[in-house]
């Protein structure tokens, strides 16, 4: 089965991608780590991708595109679940058109002032990807990464000013992206993020498992 997680910034989709996949055996795909790797490495890519992830901005189709599907072909016959794609309309139609086939979109949502809440006390460990919050999923020793005992960082995109842009942009594309899907085959489901990890990850199962 492959999912696509779709959610606002900082609803969750990374923690849950990451719990279900593990719990399932799945591939993870998250474009947001892809483009954070692609930076720490100076790569082509990650010279585009830095200034727009720095203001909250999608990075380009076409560069998007490319990135999401070269993946996706190095794994073809694993079950896959998407954090990240699509971020627009013209992504959902791409996806559609390739050989890759979605069977589930579930759409975390959540009110603004909890998405707020939640990326201002996120830390994260950049090599891997895990991710920590202040108050809610606290590391053992502050600042510090559980398994490697390296520094936490707090992501450059996560401040009031770039929150809000990212925010903004999410707002105005999920419309028509829902818009899509539900006209389409792919069971589409929604489901609210505003509980603690361990209840959304109970609901996604039950999701899963009714699908
Ligand atoms: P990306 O990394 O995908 O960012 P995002 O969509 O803004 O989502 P986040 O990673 O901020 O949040 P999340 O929903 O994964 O939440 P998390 O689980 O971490 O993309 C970054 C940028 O890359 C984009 O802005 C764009 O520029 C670019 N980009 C990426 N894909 C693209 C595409 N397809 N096209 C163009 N550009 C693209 O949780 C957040 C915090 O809350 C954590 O601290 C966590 O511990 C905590 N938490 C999670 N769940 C709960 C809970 N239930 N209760 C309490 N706390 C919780």
Redesign the pocket.
Known sequence: MNIIIL?P???????QSKLISQQLSMLHI????M?RQAIAQQSAIGQIAEQ??NE????PDDV?VKLLLDKINQHNNQSVII?????NLH?AEVLAESEFVVDLVIELYSEDEDIIE??S??RVHLASGR???SK??PPLVDGIDDLTGEALVQRD?DNIRVISQ?LKLYHSMIRPIRDFYQNSPVTYKRLQ?S???AS?QQCFVEMLQAN
Do not use: C, E, W
């Open positions: 959610g910034p900082g609803a969750g989709k990374g923690t998250s474009t947001g780590d483009l727009y992830i909250g901005n999608l990075i998007m954090d990240g794609f699509p971020r992504q939640r990326l006390g996120r991710t920590y919050h809610f999923k995109d990212r993020a509980g603690s990890v959304v």
